[in-house]
């Protein structure tokens, strides 16, 4: 079974910046798109951005402008930068990766890592 390791999380005050990083446990063939997801207490998961094999990226309204989501194809790896963070950011972010496997498709998840940013 592929795990999606994540690291990167932590304490920040708002208006500071961290970097989440996600990699597969080892390499995964036929990803279609890695992406980030984030759930707050209380709260349903929700998507943050997402960004494709062919670089097709998409954001929540919530993030525009101030997180950027990049991926490194060779390591499969999918990293989120955000920056000018704020108290609503705080949740646990789960890293995401769909694809198909030869004609069997996959939709794996991290085990999240905690954000949270004070005020």
């Known amino acids: 079974q592929v795990q999606l390791v994540e690291s990167g999380g932590g304490l920040v005050q708002a208006g500071g910046s961290l970097r989440l990083s996600c990699a597969p446990s080892?390499?995964?063939?036929?990803?279609?798109?890695m992406g980030w997801y984030r759930q707050a207490p209380g709260k349903q998961r929700e998507l943050v951005a997402t960004?494709?094999?062919?670089?097709?990226?998409s954001y929540a309204d919530s993030v525009k402008g101030r997180f950027t989501i990049s991926r490194d194809n060779a390591k499969n790896t999918v990293y989120l930068q955000m920056s000018s963070l704020k108290p609503e950011d705080t949740a646990v972010y789960y890293c995401?990766?769909?694809?198909?496997?030869?004609?069997?498709?996959?939709?794996?998840w991290g085990q999240g890592t905690q954000v949270t940013v004070s005020s």
């Open positions: 080892r390499i995964l063939f036929g990803i279609n798109a």
């Open positions: 995401n990766a769909q694809g198909r496997n030869f004609l069997t498709p996959y939709n794996y």
């Open positions: 960004i494709s094999t062919g670089d097709s990226i």
